[in-house]
């Protein structure tokens, strides 16, 4: 198991920047992957950037170029730098980490934070 502790969110102007934090309860080594999700009012959650334990990264292509996913394994937290946010960036953001077991794999959430991007 794992818990995941988000923070860094709030309220920003269009333009503007944010840094997410994503704290593990245990070595992100040990993690297949971790990412970034957002889910805005009325929509569906989506994924916007993962990183898994070798450092390879995906992200959607929305945000391709404006996000940034990173690790610090010393820290076992995982990072998000958005930049030139934009209104349509407004959502909870909610951090995930995938374990896996022999056969199946696990996801795990964060409580989620709020990021609005507003003037």
């Known amino acids: 198991q794992v818990q995941l502790v988000e923070s860094g969110g709030g309220l920003v102007q269009p333009g503007g920047s944010l840094r997410l934090s994503c704290a593990a309860s245990?070595?992100?080594?040990?993690?297949?992957?971790m990412g970034w999700y957002r889910q805005a009012p009325g929509k569906q959650r989506e994924l916007v950037a993962a990183?898994?334990?070798?450092?390879?990264?995906n992200y959607a292509d929305s945000v391709k170029g404006q996000f940034t996913i990173s690790a610090d394994n010393a820290k076992n937290t995982v990072y998000l730098q958005m930049n030139s946010l934009k209104p349509e960036d407004t959502a909870v953001y909610y951090c995930?980490?995938?374990?896996?077991?022999?056969?199946?794999?696990?996801?795990?959430w964060g409580q989620g934070t709020q990021v609005t991007v507003s003037s």
């Open positions: 990183i898994t334990s070798g450092g390879s990264t």
């Open positions: 995930n980490a995938v374990l896996v077991g022999v056969s199946k794999s696990y996801d795990y």
């Open positions: 245990r070595s992100i080594f040990s993690i297949y992957a």
